[in-house]
């Protein structure tokens, strides 16, 4: 039985001006009016932001960035911090996305130290893992993980006010519509809440909140949403458009 709330946060990427973003949060926030138990999350581009965090602000849509820097302020041109997120309204900040792995020469020591930032300064982090199809196809799935998840996560104090989400996002499933089967979502979100387990104890393990992201789409949330340690979904794709990120939270 699980006692988590489900998480169903949408990622913008690299997409909207502030005006297409005020839009589509304004739709969303109308049709998601109805929901209940569940946590919604969005994560515009930076500068979109605080106009969205106006138009949510009385709903139960929650904020998110997509990156942070760990230093508060200084000569850092292009970065953006913790304080600043907060005071544009973010509640949550995703780190480690494989595409900043991939294209913006993230590591796990960087991650882990966005990690920590975001935590102390009161975000909730959002981790990303996930492998490459090569890593699956020579059997490296789960060292991958617990690597990405130990290093990751290394040295973070998790309390009553300080909570973490994991996404695992397959990487040969982000945009692809490939999506991993059930069976493997499954087996490896238990082999991620086990690795929570040494790290944090059981009683974070069992609550911090595992989703999974990977062309997830209005036709196969409810199959995913069934399975005991999915709590949820992080969207690309399916989330920029109101009515089928709508339906994934109607799942
Ligand atoms: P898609 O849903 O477009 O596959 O993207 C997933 C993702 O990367 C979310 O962070």
Redesign the pocket.
């Known amino acids: 039985m699980k006692n988590r709330v489900p998480l169903i946060?949408?990622?913008w990427?690299m997409f909207k001006t502030i005006s297409e973003a005020a839009d589509t949060a304004k739709q969303l926030a109308n049709l998601v009016s109805d929901v209940e138990d569940i946590d919604i999350m969005i994560a515009p581009p930076f500068t979109a932001l605080a106009a969205v965090s106006e138009i949510i602000r009385d709903t139960r849509i929650d904020l998110g960035a997509q990156n942070l820097f760990w230093e508060k302020e200084g000569a850092f041109t292009g970065e953006i911090s913790a304080p600043m997120l907060i005071a544009a309204g973010c509640q949550y900040v995703?780190i480690g996305?494989?595409?900043r792995r991939q294209y913006f020469g993230e590591t796990d020591e960087t991650v882990n130290q966005r990690i920590k930032t975001a935590s102390t300064a009161g975000l909730i982090p959002i981790l990303?893992v996930g492998e490459t199809e090569t890593q699956r196809d020579d059997q490296k799935t789960f060292s991958v993980l617990d690597k990405q998840v130990t290093k990751g996560l290394e040295s973070l104090i998790l309390d009553e006010h300080h909570s973490l989400v994991i996404?695992y996002?397959p990487v040969w499933?982000?945009?692809?519509?490939k999506t991993a089967s059930p069976d493997q979502v499954q087996e490896v979100h238990a082999f991620l809440r086990d690795l929570l387990e040494k790290q944090f104890g059981n009683m974070h393990a069992n609550a911090t909140r595992i989703l999974y992201?990977?062309?997830?789409?209005p036709d196969n949330a409810s199959e995913l949403m069934a399975l005991p340690d999915i709590d949820g979904a992080?969207?690309?794709?399916?989330?920029l458009k109101p009515d089928s990120f709508a339906r994934i939270i109607h799942f």
């Open positions: 946060a949408g990622n990427k995703i996305h494989s595409e990303c996404a996002e499933a982000i945009g692809t519509g992201g990977g062309s997830v789409k992080l969207v690309g794709g399916a989330s």
